[in-house]
């Protein structure tokens, strides 16, 4: 035990996953972590309790290699592995699950389909500019009747010479009313689901703001209303056709998700562990209660079995192995913990754990966010049930 560093209990490395990361990947995890420290830490709570985006740090983001991690360096991405996609998103989210959305929508649900489905020119065109943050990018999905089903989608396309006519309207888009493209998923008159790239300033295409969240307060959340939208034909991705377009970007999001909710969990626990040495009652500090250590002992053993989970799943993905039922049990499993860690934090912070002095409601309330976008807790269960029994539960 003695050669165990303190770093890696600062940091709660338990296992001393450390151990098995390259030297790139401590690089790329000191510098987000310490640009975390820097430009997220001491604005979010300002910016949250103002239930307001904190653009700015779109810019940011870009420079440290947030967007597209995993993505070419030639086509906007940072060229490094999933491994190290996975541990930016720790980084990110030990700061704020919003801060991390951002990362995830541009990386995952933007530059992922043009990458992989687009043609040359739509890759040229688009995705340097928004892998340096020039163009803030939309993912359009979820519909007001069509959430946990988005096959039953009914915003539709319409063939007119060079052009398709786009009607509809998509629900809970993260950064749609900032977004200068957006990636939207239609069906054609054949009812085959298509991807497009629908610009800012199309005529017929607005995106309004959905106020009054509890939750993620520092990403901006909206619609996607599109009437009579002509969209050229050269803005549909060509490589992809049916619902395994949008699921397989959301596979990619949901792996970083998988990630990123240990980071909030992280500094949950981190918060509570210096709070229970600082705060004395009955004349002692509240770690020497057996009822604070088992919450603590608890926390960081579910922290470090996500960890290893995401680990594990990290290495599945670098070697092209990780299957979407793998992402979907990570992804519940890490996220439901961050969220019951924030719980357990917030008890032993006591009434001071309800004010924003600290962290813990402002993850706790993202927590439920993230819970529910990039597929429910539910549906996820779902899907472990239906790769298990090899029975559908939703047909
Ligand atoms: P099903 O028949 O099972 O599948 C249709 C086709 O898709 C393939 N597929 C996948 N491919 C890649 N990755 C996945 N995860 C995949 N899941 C399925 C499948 O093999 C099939 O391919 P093919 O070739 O046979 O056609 O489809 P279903 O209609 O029965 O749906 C199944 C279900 C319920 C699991 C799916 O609809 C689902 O995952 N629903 C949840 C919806 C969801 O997650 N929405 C997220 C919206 S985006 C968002 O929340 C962004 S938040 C961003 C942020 O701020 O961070
Ligand atoms: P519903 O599908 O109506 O589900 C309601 C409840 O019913 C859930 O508990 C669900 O688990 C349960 N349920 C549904 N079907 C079943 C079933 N078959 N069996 C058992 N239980 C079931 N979407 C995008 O496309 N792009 C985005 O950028 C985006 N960002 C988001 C940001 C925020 C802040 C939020 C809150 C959501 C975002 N979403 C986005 C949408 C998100 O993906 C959906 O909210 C989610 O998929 C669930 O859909 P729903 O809200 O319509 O709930």
């Given at each position: 035990m003695s050669s165990v560093k303190t770093d890696q209990y600062q940091h709660h490395d338990y296992y001393r996953i450390d151990d098995l990361l390259s030297e790139d990947h401590k690089l790329a995890r000191d510098a987000v972590r310490n640009w975390v420290k820097k430009e997220v830490s001491p604005i979010i709570e300002d910016y949250s309790n103002r239930a307001e985006c904190p653009y700015h740090l779109f810019k940011g983001l870009a420079e440290i290699g947030a967007f597209g991690p995993s993505i070419p360096a030639e086509?906007?991405?940072?060229?490094?592995?999933?491994?190290?996609?996975?541990?930016?998103?720790?980084?990110?989210?030990?700061?704020?699950?919003?801060?991390?959305?951002?990362?995830?929508?541009?990386?995952?649900?933007?530059?992922?389909?043009?990458?992989?489905?687009g043609s040359e020119e739509q890759k040229?065109?688009?995705l340097p500019k928004l892998g340096s943050g020039e163009y803030i990018g939309c993912f359009g999905l979820t519909e007001p009747d069509h959430g946990s089903n988005p096959a039953g989608m009914i915003t539709n396309i319409k063939e007119d010479g060079d052009y398709y006519i786009l009607n509809g309207a998509k629900m809970w888009i993260t950064n749609s009313p900032v977004a200068d493209i957006a990636v939207?998923?239609?069906?054609?008159?054949?009812?085959?689901?298509r991807g497009l790239i629908v610009e800012k300033g199309m005529p017929g295409f607005t995106a309004p703001e959905i106020h009054g969240k509890w939750s993620l307060r520092a990403s901006i959340t909206g619609e996607l209303v599109f009437q009579d939208v002509r969209v050229p034909k050269s803005?549909?991705?060509?490589?992809?056709?049916?619902?395994?377009?949008?699921?397989?970007?959301?596979?990619?999001?949901?792996?970083?998700?998988?990630?990123?909710?240990?980071?909030?969990?992280?500094?949950?626990y981190d918060s509570a562990l210096r709070y229970s040495k600082e705060r004395i009652q009955f004349g002692k500090p509240l770690g020497q209660f057996q009822l604070t250590q088992k919450k603590l002992a608890e926390m960081i053993t579910e922290i470090t079995k996500a960890q290893l989970l995401a680990w594990r799943l990290g290495s599945l993905a670098n070697q092209g192995l990780a299957t979407p039922a793998q992402i979907s049990m990570a992804k519940r499993n890490n996220v439901a913990m961050a969220l019951e860690v924030a719980r357990e934090a917030r008890q032993i912070h006591g009434g001071m754990g309800i004010t924003n002095e600290y962290p813990i409601m402002r993850h706790m309330m993202n927590l439920e966010t993230v819970l529910t976008y990039e597929g429910t807790h539910d549906i996820h269960l779902l899907i472990t049930g239906m790769d298990v029994t090899g029975l559908n539960a939703f047909s």
């Open positions: 086509y906007g991405g940072g060229g490094m592995d999933e491994m190290a996609y996975g541990i930016i998103m720790t980084e990110l989210e030990r700061g704020d699950s919003g801060i991390r959305s951002m990362a995830s929508v541009q990386g995952s649900l933007v530059m992922y389909p043009i990458y992989k489905f040229r065109k688009y939207v998923w239609a069906k054609d008159e054949q009812g085959i689901i803005n549909v991705l060509p490589n992809v056709q049916g619902l395994k377009g949008p699921l397989s970007c959301l596979s990619k999001a949901r792996y970083g998700i998988a990630w990123g909710a240990i980071g909030a969990a992280l500094d949950c």
